[in-house]
Structure formats: structure tokens, C-alpha cells
Nanobody, 125 residues
Framework: QVQLVESGGRLVQAGGSLRLSCAASGRTFSSYDMGWFRQAPGKEREFVAAMSDSGSSTRYADSVKGRFTISRDNDKNTVYLEMNSLKPDDTAVYYC??????????????????WGQGTQVTVSS
């Protein structure tokens, strides 16, 4: 089992940048695929980015491709989401999620077993 704690969310102006962090507990972090999801008010939770256990594979939502970068440091049990060129539409609660590693990197909300509490990102126009 793994516990996840996100941090780094705040109010930022459009065009700005943020880096979110997600610290994981446990000694088996390197055996989990990690994902970032977000949920805006009145909308369903949606996929943002995912990275495989080793970091060799990544996937991104089309809406963030080229602007967001997921990375991980297995020595620090931490996954990051670097967000650039932020837009008001990026405003949401951002969640970190984990699942035992698989041969194919999954991007569905239901594919992930463990979730953090979320961190609020607000982008002002």
C-alpha cells in the first residue's frame, strides 16, 4: 500500500508556471506507475499525465501535451508535474495517483488504486 501527499498548488497568472510534487510513503515506490489527474468544479476527474515505474514511459492528455512534464525521483519517492504556459482552463484540483506497475501505462481514473488528497491550482486570466 502507498500513501500520497500532493503539494505546490497555488494561484498563478495565465502564462505562468508551477511545479506540483507528490510524496509517496512506502519502500516500493519504484514498483508503481504514477499518474496526475485533475478535477474542475462541476466536471469529472480527468487524466493529465502518467509515468511508468522506471520513468521510461510517459503519456499525456492532448490538452497539456507540450506544456506539462511529468517526472519522478525514485530515490526520493516523489513524482512531479511541471506545468508551463498555464491557462485559466487548467484551474482544478490536481490529484496524484498510483497503481502497481503494468506492461501498459494506464490513464483511466479507475485504473489507479491509490490517491492523494489533492492540491488546488487556480490560474487567473
Amino acid at each position: 500500500q502507498v500513501q500520497l501527499v500532493e503539494s505546490g498548488g497555488r494561484l498563478v497568472q495565465a502564462g505562468g508556471s508551477l511545479r506540483l510534487s507528490c510524496a509517496a510513503s512506502g519502500r516500493t515506490f519504484s514498483s508503481y506507475d504514477m499518474g496526475w489527474f485533475r478535477q474542475a468544479p462541476g466536471k469529472e476527474r480527468e487524466f493529465v499525465a502518467a509515468m511508468s515505474d522506471s520513468g521510461s514511459s510517459t503519456r499525456y492528455a492532448d490538452s497539456v501535451k507540450g506544456r506539462f512534464t511529468i517526472s519522478r525521483d525514485n530515490d526520493k519517492n516523489t513524482v512531479y508535474l511541471e506545468m508551463n504556459s498555464l491557462k485559466p482552463d487548467d484551474t482544478a484540483v490536481y490529484y496524484c495517483a498510483a497503481r502497481p506497475s503494468a506492461s501498459f501505462l494506464r490513464i483511466g481514473v479507475r485504473d489507479y488504486s491509490y490517491w492523494g488528497q489533492g492540491t488546488q491550482v487556480t490560474v487567473s486570466s
